[in-house]
């Protein structure tokens, strides 16, 4: 029973973060001078600054530039608040298969072999694989072949604003949350929800998430947009056409427009914000910072 009570507190943290980490492979990186824009209006000011969802020591700390603007606001605002432990146990709940349904019965049976075959590589039971849908599955997947790796889910910079908002009382908002995002990936069509878990299978198989990791960790100390946007199309590489764009505009454009919509509220306002999203989202024509150009505010790179 300790054996089992010590691995489901294991698999809660890590899919905690899971949940945040809406593309399997951004979320390493190492370095202290990641993406950060200044956007103004012309009653307020939001900073919005790139993360990565899990990380290492030498992240740290962050350029004078990232830690300037997060103490010149008044509020802090995330993806999803990976605090939240009520919100993270909803989501969770939402992701997963209800008895005697599971995901046996919802992939096709080669995949289904393959998640069998790899779960012991990165230590999740197939018992445990099989009560998940196949987005979180997923990035379960993902998150704990990074972990495996030596990443520290403790360190990722969500968790890190997050606490420091806590402890200086900054208010948290959240420009989606954790349950809202799941529902976003279940409602994603079946093909596209297998496209996703068969992606992560074969990275992780293949060793290719090593290598990305590597990539994208110098694309994100040095702050090089062009560098991480090619990593993000290279995702989706080996899937179908249709499958391949369909992902993409779930996973990042129709969620920048809509976090952009979000931000573009809090230049309404009067107090600064700072917007910590995944670097992914603040990069190419359809990111963050462009949407908001496009509208009409003013947006420099710090």
Known sequence: MIVRHTFLRGLRDG?????????????????????????????????????????????????????EAFAASGVLALEANPLDQQEVAAAMAQAMYKAPDDLAKHVSAPLFDQVKSLSPRVGLPIEYARKMKPHMLAMTLAMM???????DAGLGLDVHFAQRAMQSGK??????????????????????????????????????????????????????ATAIHTIILRETEGLPELVAQELQAAIYNRRNEAMAQQVAGYLA??????????????????????????????????
């Open 145 to 151: 072949e990074i972990q495996r790796l030596g990443y």
């Open 171 to 224: 208010p948290i908002l959240e420009l989606e949350s954790m349950e809202g995002q799941m529902k976003l990936f279940d409602a994603l069509p079946a093909d596209l929800q297998e496209g996703m878990l068969q992606m992560a299978v074969d990275t992780i198989a293949d060793g290719s998430v090593e290598k990305e990791m590597d990539a994208l960790l110098k694309a994100w100390a040095a702050g090089d």
């Open 15 to 67: 899919l905690a973060l899971a949940l945040s980490l809406l593309s399997p492979l951004l979320a390493v990186a190492q370095g202290s001078t990641p993406l950060i824009y200044e956007v103004r209006s012309e009653t307020s000011t939001v900073y919005l600054f790139g993360t990565v969802h899990v990380g290492t020591r030498a992240m740290y700390p962050l350029s004078p530039q990232v830690e």
């Open 269 to 302: 306002g009067k107090d600064p914000v700072f917007v910590a999203v995944g670097a992914g989202h603040l990069t190419g024509d359809s990111g963050i910072p462009e949407l908001l150009r496009r509208r009409g505010f003013s947006v420099r790179r710090l």
